[in-house]
């Protein structure tokens, strides 16, 4: 346990994986501000979600660099040498502090590297050479917020019902501009990094329809390839793709969760990053691990479970999402 001695000037959150585990490290940001109100709280990422990272309570300023060993499916290794570069970016900060939400042995080693004095996380396969403070492994049957609140419990501190959550308000322009085109819907994300865990289109067309039948127009969420498959396979009735609506970027994806009524998805990063704005949510798992990555932020949700992909119909999602209205109405 820290002594209350040491002084707490700098403090870099680590959260080098992807979109999804940013969010969920969103929830450590609040109770270190509570505990170090004079602290500056820097967060350190990758470079697809650094437009995120400014989202989060009290966070000042971002270092952004894909680690050279991530690999994500169906792309290029990233290279070295930026990585590299945020290294001696980290390590020129002084940061007293280091919180590493995940602290695989590699992450926890480049945070090594920064020089940085303190450096806490929960332990991995021999992440222990490169972590001055290590707690008890995650566990995957308990939810991620509560398991990484554990990680504050160095500095003696014990946070209330944890939660993720991002401030929309941060979000400026963005925000307003996307209002203007889209006042008023319901997104819906139909995607996964794995195919295999995807309901069918047709389920999820069956969802557009039911809302459009009751006034609510939908928008649907994703990469312009993702997007470019529903278009040619599945010929929704929408005409409202995040991607043809705005530039597609990651900020203005977040702008557009943030102003919806309604979010319906996969479990996968966008479901996360509506219900860190409050958006309600039903989320998706077919099958997932609904026990540990279930909807955690501070808006209503709903979850569906199978199985398989097979199991989860549109009749399913509707019910959900019809508990889900009710429950959330003002």
Not at 82 to 107: K, N, Q
């Amino acid at each position: 346990m820290m002594q209350s001695r040491d002084p707490v000037r700098r403090i870099l959150l680590v959260a080098l994986d992807n979109l999804g585990d940013l969010v969920f490290a969103s929830a450590l940001a609040p109770p270190l501000h509570d505990t170090f109100p004079d602290a500056t709280i820097d967060v350190w990422c990758k470079d697809y979600t650094a437009p995120i990272a400014p989202l989060i309570p009290h966070v000042t300023d971002v270092i952004a660099a894909d680690p050279f060993w991530a690999v994500s499916p169906h792309r290029q290794r990233p290279p070295a040498r930026p990585f590299l570069r945020s290294i001696a970016a980290v390590r020129r900060r002084r940061y007293d502090v280091a919180i590493l939400s995940e602290a695989p042995w590699r992450i926890a080693a480049a945070t090594a590297a920064t020089g940085i004095p303190m450096r806490v996380g929960l332990a991995r396969h021999h992440n222990e050479h490169f972590l001055t403070h290590v707690l008890p492994a995650e566990d995957p049957r308990k939810p991620v917020v509560q398991e990484q609140a554990r990680l504050l419990g160095v500095f003696s501190v014990q946070p209330r019902s944890p939660r993720y959550r991002l401030d929309p308000a941060r979000l400026g322009a963005a925000r307003g501009e996307f209002a203007a085109r889209l006042p008023a819907f319901a997104a819906l994300h139909p995607f996964a990094t794995d195919p295999r865990r995807c309901v069918a289109p047709s389920e999820w067309i069956e969802v557009e329809r039911a809302l459009e039948a009751r006034g609510i127009p939908v928008l649907w969420i994703g990469t312009s390839e993702e997007l470019d498959r529903l278009r040619a396979a599945a010929a929704p009735r929408s005409d409202y793709f995040i991607d043809r609506l705005s530039d597609g970027s990651l900020t203005s994806t977040a702008a557009a969760l943030s102003l919806a009524t309604l979010f319906v998805g996969h479990d996968s990063g966008p479901l996360h990053l509506a219900n860190a704005f409050g958006t309600p949510v039903v989320g998706v798992f077919a099958p997932g691990q609904p026990e540990r990555t279930f909807p955690q932020g501070v808006g209503a949700s709903r979850m569906v479970y199978s199985p398989t992909p097979e199991g989860i119909t549109a009749d399913r999602m509707l019910r959900e999402i019809d508990d889900l209205l009710v429950s959330s109405a003002p």
